[in-house]
């Protein structure tokens, strides 16, 4: 479960955002979307959880995309292609991928939350799913994978400041240009999930959360999540950090 | 090489053990490694209730450490006797309870549920969670109160008691001869630290519950002070920890005058780091003219 893996190919996407493709057999057979690697950062003390965006298993790569906002994710910016980063993982739960193929399936993301739907989005795909995707940025500057997404379903850009595409959250997309939704999957910061549990909330869906997390395996409770307002918990890196939009309480 | 060492009601074959909130109950880290190899295994703090813990952020990384306010997060101490000391004593690894409350109340009534089992060797009497209001901080500031909690715990119970100190305070020397008076079996040393970071960009701190306690490698210069002063005024023995990474460290504690030390936060950065302190110790010891772990004990104080 700890493993190096070498860093293949490196480019930033999108402002302050940066892919990485990295190789390893074992990671890219097992991995299933919305799962992250634990990264090590040369000269910090806590690793890094960064989510998997992409699998190649016949080419035995991983795809993590990251945005530089700290000292750690600017550190592993400048690893070079060739250099080996060391990784636990591929950690946490994943999105379920139900055989219901006919279901119209919402994706939606975030900033920073985007990378792990694209790997969902094209799971979701081969199987059959039609998937819409409704992404939200800052700015024009920070998007990334609006192509890729386009390949594999209807998607919808938002910007904050509505530099691209309409301007906006992902939740002002109105009802009339998105189908009838019998499932979603989101990714991104915790209001937007608030408002998009709300805003879908007779649609069975599926919060990817983030956090700060120390262990980053279910040992030292730091990126705990209520459940209810009584006193429940999942912790985001083992129970997580999927969850049904129902089982966690977003306060 | 003789790595053993006996503390009591502790016969460990070797003085490694992870460190209480750092190691869960165990169960993540067996997938690691067969935990048969640990000199003992601290567990997290335990209290009489199940506790939720604080607001997340609950962590935050630091040059050389982390902050942490995780709030004693626990499932209460009957549930970790039910579910996870069977689970840590299936690995024939002394097994020590940390425990927590708020009141001596609470400590008495959790200390008695550990003894009931059979599967705990020893307590670890946590007075200095700083991340707590009612957690047990109060016990740990004040040399009368730490004694006072010490008391009712060993009167409670048959078990030896390690009683953790804070280092948050001005004079270690007064609280540990307090908790020797009390009646402590042993010492636990340090705690965290009390510290806080401010985020710039929302000018607010990281840790929701705004401080935290600062563990690593930058507060091991400090416990190392805190042991080496603390050693000359107590003859009850010293399980020392903060910021160990390596077995050189470890070593360092011995030297000071720990006569077993914990390894905590670098867990979370390397989860087989006690297995490899374990396989390295012997050849370190060897390296600086050891010949066992208790040659090395107290041998630094000039």
């Known amino acids: ?251 | 090489m003789n790595i053993a060492v006996e503390l009591p009601g502790l016969a460990l074959k070797n003085p490694i053990m992870p460190a209480s909130g750092c190691f869960g109950f165990g169960r993540e880290y067996s997938k690691f490694y067969d935990l048969h190899v640990l000199g003992a295994v601290i567990m997290k703090a335990a209290t009489l209730q199940a506790r939720f813990g604080n607001p997340t952020p609950r962590v935050a990384e630091t040059s050389a450490g982390m902050l942490n306010a995780i709030g004693l997060q626990n499932p209460g101490v009957e549930k970790i006797i039910k579910t996870e000391v069977p689970f840590l004593a299936s690995f024939s690894v002394p097994v020590i309870a940390n425990i927590a409350g708020s009141t001596i109340e609470e400590y008495r009534q959790v200390a008695k549920a550990f003894e009931q089992t059979n599967q705990v060797a020893a307590l670890e009497l946590n007075i200095s969670c700083p991340n707590v209001k009612e957690g047990g901080i109060q016990f740990g500031t004040h040399p009368q109160m730490a004694q006072k909690v010490t008391e009712a715990v060993k009167e409670a119970t048959n078990l030896p008691v390690y009683v953790k100190l804070s280092p948050n305070v001005s004079d270690i020397v007064e609280m540990a001869k307090a908790v020797e008076k009390a009646g402590a079996d042993g010492l636990s040393m340090i705690n965290t630290l009390t510290g806080m970071q401010i985020h710039l960009a929302s000018r607010k701190p990281v840790i929701a519950n705004r401080t935290g306690g600062l563990s690593g490698p930058a507060i091991k210069p400090i416990a190392i002070r805190m042991i080496y002063e603390v050693k000359q005024h107590v003859s009850i023995p010293i399980i020392g920890m903060g910021g160990v990474m390596q077995a050189e460290d470890v070593l360092e504690f011995l030297l000071a005058g720990a006569s077993a030390v914990a390894v905590g936060t670098a867990n979370f950065q390397n989860p087989y780091v006690c297995k490899e302190i374990i396989e390295q110790l012997p050849y370190t010891l060897k390296q600086y003219g050891f010949n066992s772990v208790k040659e090395a004990i107290g041998k630094g104080i000039v």
């Not at chain 1, 499932?183 to 959360?209: D, F, H, N, Q």
Request: aromatic share 8%; with cysteine; net charge neutral.
């Open chain 1, 1 to 251: 479960m700890q493993q190096e893996l070498r860093i293949i190919s490196k480019q930033k996407i999108a402002r302050d955002t940066v892919e990485m493709v990295l190789e390893n057999k074992s990671i890219s057979q097992v991995t299933v979307p919305g799962q992250f690697l634990h990264i090590h950062v040369q000269g910090h003390m806590l690793r890094r959880p960064i989510s998997i965006a992409n699998v190649d298993a016949s080419n035995y790569t991983v795809t993590i995309i990251f945005k530089i906002l700290g000292e750690g994710t600017r550190k592993l910016s400048t690893y070079d292609v060739g250099n080996k980063i060391d990784v636990l993982g591929p950690n946490g739960n994943g999105f379920p991928l139900d055989n219901t193929t006919q279901a119209s399936t919402l994706l939606v993301g975030g900033g920073i939350g985007v990378p792990p739907l694209y790997y969902l989005a094209k799971k979701l795909t081969e199987q059959g799913t039609v998937v819409t995707t409704i992404l939200g940025f800052q700015s024009k500057e920070h998007i990334f994978y609006e192509e890729k997404f386009r390949e594999l379903g209807n998607t919808i850009v938002v910007t904050n400041d509505g530099s691209y595409g309409e301007k906006g959250f992902v939740t002002n997309v109105p009802d009339e240009v998105l189908p009838t939704i019998d499932r979603y999957y989101s990714c991104g910061p915790l209001p937007m999930l608030k408002a998009v549990k709300e805003r879908w909330i007779t649609v069975p869906g599926y919060l990817s959360l983030e956090e700060r997390m120390g262990c980053g395996i279910g040992a030292c409770f730091a990126c705990a999540v209520p459940t209810d307002d009584r006193g429940g918990y999942k912790k985001i890196c083992q129970d997580g950090p999927v969850f049904t939009a129902e089982e966690v309480y977003l306060g």
